[in-house]
């Protein structure tokens, strides 16, 4: 491993291209159609699989670049094309991470690939750790997680909600609570497999943006699952459950659990798909202002304008840059000692909302309507404020992280 070098290799640059390639051709054609309809896009995701960008041999050559920035390259990409689209084609991904990052070896080599399928029977995966009581506070979780030792099942119940894929997904990974008593550090993560009884789909959402990606409630009633399904195994869990108690009986801050593991990995992740947002509404707003003329000279030519986007640029470089910091961190098995990741996430996440926002205002009333995309992106952008850890959530990660003190 290197130091940090932000310069792509030859191999990388080809990648990104061939990504680019698709996210111009069949992203950015589709955008607008899958925005209206509000369904799951399976011809744009077929298509990403028939060309091997949606499949488990792609995902896993990106996650294990040495570099650390297979990921958020590829990420950047495809968001720049579309956001939606995107998130409908890398959703799956936030599922594998949590089996990567949770799982064994074993389960890892029996759920990862049954999450994608292949080019002739694509198949997707959802993540299940947000509740209607139980979103930003995690440790109020309720979904039961109960041990029927004589089966040697698992048998959960509860409701999810938020769940990108939920309910359409062939494989489900959901968090559950397997001991009260120990609040956040008392969960553990669940494979549930395809067609497993009492697991259903509940409300589907109608959204602000991001409308071509499905989320949706998730039920589930007395669901059965083989011991094999609990992720890290029977054994793991029993050791991590006795330490925590053990700390519990002495005080100790509660801390990480399953579903933060899989936050904490994907954080810089989901910074690169805000990236992606705000370069496509950044380009836009760039080329519209050299073009639109008033007061006889192109927009472009008032500082008003041009600084604006100055600023916009820079904002986009700056981010990309601690996304990437963030990411060969990750791939350096480097810890976030200073909530990297999270830093990553929220300045992505808060530039993403406000470069769309300066783009329609530089598009004017074009920018308000449908006929631009800017409109669409903005809405978009917005749930990077939102989801994967709040801008709040994250401030508070990263200023615990620097002072060490249990900042509310
Ligand atoms: C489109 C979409 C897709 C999603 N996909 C998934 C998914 O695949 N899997 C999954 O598990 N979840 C998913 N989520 C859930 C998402 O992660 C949560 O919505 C998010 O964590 C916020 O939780 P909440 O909505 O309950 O808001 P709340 O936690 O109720 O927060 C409400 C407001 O209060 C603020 N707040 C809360 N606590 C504090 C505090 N201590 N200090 C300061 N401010 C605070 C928040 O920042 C926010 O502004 C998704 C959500 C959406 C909208």
Known sequence: ????????????????????????????????????????PWPVVR???????????????????????????TLE??????????????????AAISVFTNGTDEQIGTWVPQMYGDANDVKIAA????????????????????????????VLNGTKTWATNGGIADVHVVVAVVDPELGARGHASFVVPPGTPGLAQGQKFKKHGIRASHTAEVVLQDVRVPGHCLLGG??????RLGRARERARGGAERGANAAMATFEASRPAVGAQAVGIARAAYEVALDYAKTRVQFGRPIIDNQGVA???ADMR???????????????????????????????????????????????QILGGNGYTREYPVERMHRDAAIYTIFEGTSEIQRLVIARALSGMPIR
């Open 1 to 40: 491993m290197g130091d940090f070098a932000p310069e792509l290799n030859d191999e990388q640059r080809t990648v990104r291209d061939w990504i680019h390639g698709f996210a111009a051709d069949v992203m950015r054609p589709a955008a607008a159609e899958w925005d209206e309809r509000e369904e799951f």
């Open 47 to 73: 298509e990403a699989a028939r060309i091997g960008l949606y499949s488990l041999d792609f995902y896993a050559q990106q996650f294990f670049d040495p570099t650390g920035l297979g990921v958020p390259l």
């Open 77 to 94: 990409e495809l968001f720049w094309g579309d956001a939606g689209l995107g998130l409908a084609i890398a959703g799956t991904g936030l």
């Open 127 to 154: 993540f299940c750790s947000s509740e209607p009581d139980a979103g930003s506070d995690v440790s109020a979780m309720r979904t039961r997680a109960r041990y029927d030792e004589a089966k040697d099942e698992w």
């Open 234 to 239: 029977k054994e793991r869990l029993d050791e």
């Open 307 to 309: 600084f604006q986007l």
């Open 314 to 360: 820079t904002r986009i470089d700056a981010a990309r840059l601690l996304v990437w910091r963030a990411s060969w961190m990750a791939g350096a098995g480097k810890p976030f000692t200073s909530a990297e990741g999270s830093m990553s996430k929220l300045f992505a996440g808060e530039t993403a909302k406000a470069v769309t926002a300066q783009a329609m």
